[in-house]
């Protein structure tokens, strides 16, 4: 029996700008000691970023089999990730032993106690290609995707996660969650994780308190790079609206699934690849192809509508894109409700 | 009473949500196929005795992100209309007792249909439970338990953690066992 769900009175969403993104995982530690410092939390990142190509985080997350929809969008039997082997435990590190060493004459060096299996954004930096010729990685900061159609709001039996009406956050409300897991296990974003001491399953909730105070998320206020962009979908004057609506250059993460992603990425564009001689070939070192498998057939105008507005802005012509993804004026990142909205001084 | 009840998977085409009746609608067969119940009365109260096969217990999910614990529970209904397949309906409440392998105690439990359930401390009462060569046997000591008193007649559910069984996944009686 499927759940009906309400369409929210607004969309409240987030678009990133992957061509900026440096991989220093600000946002995932701004994220991490706002909301989930908590023993039961320890391995679970509402907020990751991880190097792609790559396993992602937890492991095999982009791999179609973990997730609880099909390719084309119908309900398979997803999988919860294993703690040790797809999540990486928080490990704990030997730094008494360590310490007590300092002026013997075999040190004891630092390091994790348990057998290292996996960790967030294990694989950083390794990306594919052979270097100079083809080598290439990127980072892809990822959280909920507060979809249209949660795949985790149609799996819980009992009914405890729902859309907010006002802007569509999707919520765990964890007095009525049994700690089931079936949204853990049905999202195929795995953007649900289960706090192993309580007992109960959490999940990013877009900072409400801030969004309700006009003030963006952490991972977005928090990010050196400028890349995230937070407002309204409806808001035609808003970044959001302008990127994904107008311009049509920041589109959703594995949108094959069905469920609507409400956050929304550039996609990297990238150098080109070197010929034997090592002269540019003209084709870049990210194979569209692989950009495909991750957001899809509009990756293709959406690289091409960006590389058409950077030739622009490179011969001297405006660029409204170019400028609003440059974020001159970084308040303009951040579009909430006027009488809501953050003051800076 | 005294009797062993062979039981049937329950039906998750009914199970509420878009998605479990889907991803599991393989889950014709049930995971156990019977189990032995005893309910007596004790000083005040009753015992309640289950016993069931299972080959590798879950007793522990602490720092685990994808273990289900064992477990195994006993209901009665409120009313004598209560249904139990659905786990009671709106006005037609089903109570009893909950007892999860990683847990101490017992859960007091009543729902008015699939996904209400609540679940609380369960005072007054006693559980112990053993595995042995290849069977759980938990005995479960009650208070006095008018439901069970007023309409002599429960039913019983288990979840076999290994199989990722929880919820509305689980082996369970075909219906209200009489007791005698």
Known sequence: MRYDIPKPLRQVSMVLDLNKCLGCQTCTIACKKLWNTDEGTDYSYWNSVETLPGRGFPAGVHDPATGGRTVEGGVRRGVVPNLDTAYGRAWTFNHEEARASAGAPDKIWIRPRETVKWGPNFDEDQGQGDYPKDNHYFYLPRLCNHCTHPACVDACPRAAIAKRREDGIVLVDQDRCHGYRFCVEACPYKKVYYDHVRQVSTKCIFCLPRIEEGVAPACARQCPGRLRFVGYRDDEQGPIWKLVEKWKVAIPLHPEYGLGPNVFYVPPMSPPKLDAEGRPTGEPRIPVSYLESLFGAAVHPALEALLAERARRRRGEASELMDLLIAYDWQQNFRLPPRQREVLG | MNRKILLMSAPVAMQPGGYVPVAYADRTTPVTAAAEIAVEPGSGGWRVTLAWACPQPVRETVRETDRFADACAVFAPEAPESPWM???????????????????????????????????????????????????????????????????????AVWRGGAQERAGLKSVSAGWVDVA
Do not use: C, H, K
């Open chain 2, 86 to 156: 659905t786990m009671g309906a709106q006005g037609l409440a089903v109570q009893g007792f909950l007892w999860r392998a990683d847990r101490p105690g017992l859960w007091a439990i009543r729902a008015e249909g699939l996904g209400t359930m609540q679940r609380s401390a369960a005072t007054g009462t006693q559980v112990s439970a053993d595995w042995d060569n290849g069977r759980w046997r938990v005995v479960l000591s009650l208070p006095e338990w008018p439901a069970l008193a007023a309409q002599r007649r429960v039913a019983l």
